[in-house]
T-cell receptor, first 113, second 114 residues
Framework: ETGVTQSPTHLIKTRGQQVTLRCSSQSGHNTVSWYQQALGQGPQFIFQYYREEENGRGNFPPRFSGLQFPNYSSELNVNALELDDSALYLC????????????FGPGTRLTVT | AQSVTQLDSQVPVFEEAPVELRCNYSSSVSVYLFWYVQYPNQGLQLLLKYLSGSTLVESINGFEAEFNKSQTSFHLRKPSVHISDTAEYFCAVSLPYNNNDMRFGAGTRLTVKP
């Protein structure tokens, strides 16, 4: 059973650019959530996808968007990057029942200069 | 909306000493509670969770947490810590029957000294 994987591991972008981060969910999981973890802070919920549909969204602007594919892998897209977007982006996969446990990937470290 | 407060940003302890990491939550409805651990340059790993039933929950590596509804707390404890327990610990809360919009605390940095 493979765990949650994310790519790339690290990424450096310039303000105003666009970025796509990828996540492969754990086998058998149909739900993917994305979190932003700024340095020294806890993760903040961006949005969740369940069976390819958005299933909840946190307090993030529309320039943060996502996709979930039929194999339940997912992408996080961020347009018009800002310096404050620099953070560790975590993906977590789960099944909604019975345990609601989320399995996290190692994250993608995004630096915006 | 639900929220979590971790009362200590850093907790230094000596090896083999007991430790308690404090977590208080706020919610107008019933919640699920979780503790996650994050080692350097890694993602989060679930330590333990409270969904319902027994208010004392345990992990396989000696940690335990007790759900206290009257005090809205979910403190994490270990009777004897090891150097390998050094990590960042996050308390989190979500609504029942759904794990979207899970809210995390700011984290507690546990440092175990020899």
């Amino acid at each position: 059973e493979t765990g949650v994987t994310q790519s790339p591991t690290h990424l450096i972008k310039t303000r105003g650019q666009q970025v796509t981060l990828r996540c492969s969910s754990q086998s058998g999981h149909n739900t993917v959530s994305w979190y932003q973890q700024a340095l020294g802070q806890g993760p903040q919920f961006i949005f969740q996808y369940y069976r390819e549909e958005e299933n909840g969204r946190g307090n993030f602007p529309p320039r943060f968007s996502g996709l979930q594919f039929p194999n339940y892998s997912s992408e996080l897209n961020v347009n018009a990057l800002e310096l404050d977007d620099s953070a560790l982006y975590l993906c977590a996969s789960s099944v909604l029942t019975p345990s609601y446990e989320q399995y996290f990937g190692p994250g993608t470290r995004l630096t915006v200069t | 909306a639900q929220s979590v407060t971790q009362l200590d940003s850093q907790v230094p302890v000596f090896e083999e000493a007991p430790v308690e990491l404090r977590c208080n939550y706020s919610s107008s409805v019933s919640v699920y509670l979780f503790w996650y651990v994050q080692y350097p340059n890694q993602g989060l790993q679930l330590l333990l969770k409270y969904l319902s039933g027994s208010t004392l929950v345990e992990s396989i590596n000696g940690f335990e947490a007790e759900f206290n509804k009257s005090q809205t707390s979910f403190h994490l404890r270990k009777p004897s810590v090891h150097i390998s327990d050094t990590a960042e610990y996050f308390c989190a809360v979500s609504l029942p029957y759904n794990n979207n919009d899970m809210r995390f605390g700011a984290g507690t940095r546990l440092t175990v000294k020899p």
